[in-house]
DNA sequence: ACCGATCTGTTACCAAGTGTTACCCGGGCG
DNA sequence: CGCCCGGGTAACACTTGGTAACAGATCGGT
């Protein structure tokens, strides 16, 4: 499983810098966040895992807040509040939160409710936290992650090399989810050790998409399933079926 | 929605009739079950929505029982224990349930937390959050919102780019309604997100809507669908039929 | 160790999309 | 008739992604 990127949303600056912190202490990479229109940049700048959301925030409601993300968000949301009756419990979770924390909180039961709320995504978005070796299915091709072999639909195998095997898996371990190129490069880097974490603006990951689509889309010129989100990054467009050997 | 299936697990024959009752009377269809070879024979059998498992089943642990589940399986699961602890909360989201809740539990709260866990996973199994797709139809012309392509009254295949693509499908939300400039470009700038409304009063908008023109108008000079409203903005002019795919 | 085949990242160039600017036209008005 | 205003659009600039070509790295066989 990748860094879990978190979204912290409070507006209180020691309550938000003591969360960042503890959060990037447990090896997530927290983002600070002050309001709504903060929230809707980072969502729309990249992949957001997670969003914290302190039910106070002053001038806005984060229950509202929660409210209108959901109008077009689905991203996992647990949220703060001092306040801990049944009443504002019912509120959180009638907006769509997908959890709610009483303060004073203990770190560790936020930590396994933070895993609990990823665990869950990545089981509802299929198969990312399954490690065995499977088969998977997608618009007529098949990938068998065991022989490392794909078959066309015509039946011709096609050899990738490593770093191809490993931007398919990516790719087909989140299907419909724009992965950004840090995210692919990370995803690409997990076998030889990470080098330099700098943002080497390199465009290795687009030409491994090129030699990628070279490989398996029917037309690359009209790309089906590795599909460009301008701005953003790659998704794989297609739908995935797996199959346990 | 569709009705809630809720499994109850339960080993207290009390308990189980009680909370079946409950859910039943609460539009819900509550199915006893006792222990995980009755719940697995659930899950072969037909759809299982949720499962309510308590975590004392007597003989069998829940919590042992919900880890064995999630080896293949991620319908959502609730736990419910007397035992209210960091740590007996811990080690339920640790097997992957998606929720805790300590007896004695308020039936209100139960239920906000059942449509909370069934809200989302309609919102990640894909499908349910996904923008609707459609074809509309308007004097002779054809837009596909899935393929993203239009089809005009010759048979041509006319490409979009992004941005007209925003464009067509704002107008074709609102035939008839003129759209200001600035509605528009509200329109066009939901995916990436913009700061200020400021002055910046470019005409971005009435560039975008002569490339448009140019695609899909059969004589640009005589705009019959795509209407200029002078000192006002632009209206989409004829009626528009739309197919549900 | 040597050699060739393959893999992989970088660079450079190209195409597409998009916003801005400047200039044009036409109509309403004095 | 000349002026102004709103809109159309050509031309340009800038950004982003695709990809060919090159060079260093890697690997396997001898």
């Not at 106070?56 to 807040?65: A, N, Q």
């Not at 029917?218 to 599909?227: D, G, Q, V």
Request: net charge negative; with cysteine.
């Amino acid at each position: 499983m990748t860094i879990p990127r978190v979204l912290v949303v409070d507006d209180d600056p020691e309550l938000r810098s003591m969360l960042t912190q503890l959060l990037q202490q447990n090896g997530c990479i927290a983002l600070p966040a002050t309001g709504e229109a903060s929230i809707r940049k980072h969502l729309a700048a990249g992949r957001i895992d997670l969003i914290l959301l302190d039910v106070m925030l002053g001038d806005e409601s984060g229950v509202e807040i929660c409210s209108r993300l959901r109008e077009d968000q689905s991203v996992p949301i647990i949220m703060i509040s001092a306040l801990s009756s049944d009443k504002d419990r019912m509120a959180g979770y009638a907006v769509g939160a997908d959890d709610y924390i009483a303060k004073p909180f203990n770190p560790e039961l936020l930590f396994a409710r933070i895993r609990a709320v990823r665990a869950r995504s990545h089981r509802t978005s299929s198969l990312a936290y399954r490690r065995r070796k499977a088969v998977f299915r997608f618009a007529g091709w098949t990938y068998d992650s065991k022989q490392n072999e794909v078959l066309s639909p015509e039946g011709y195998l096609v050899a990738l090399s490593r770093r191809e095997t490993a931007l398919l898996q990516a790719l087909l371990a989140n299907p419909h989810i724009p992965l950004t190129r840090q995210e692919i490069a990370a995803a690409l880097h997990v076998t030889s050790d990470d080098e330099a974490p700098s943002d080497s603006e390199g465009r290795a990951v687009d030409v491994l998409v090129g030699r990628l689509r070279a490989k398996i889309e029917a037309n690359p010129k009209h790309p089906e399933m590795l599909r460009t989100e301008r701005g953003v990054g790659y998704v794989f467009a297609v739908d995935v079926a797996t199959e346990e050997p």
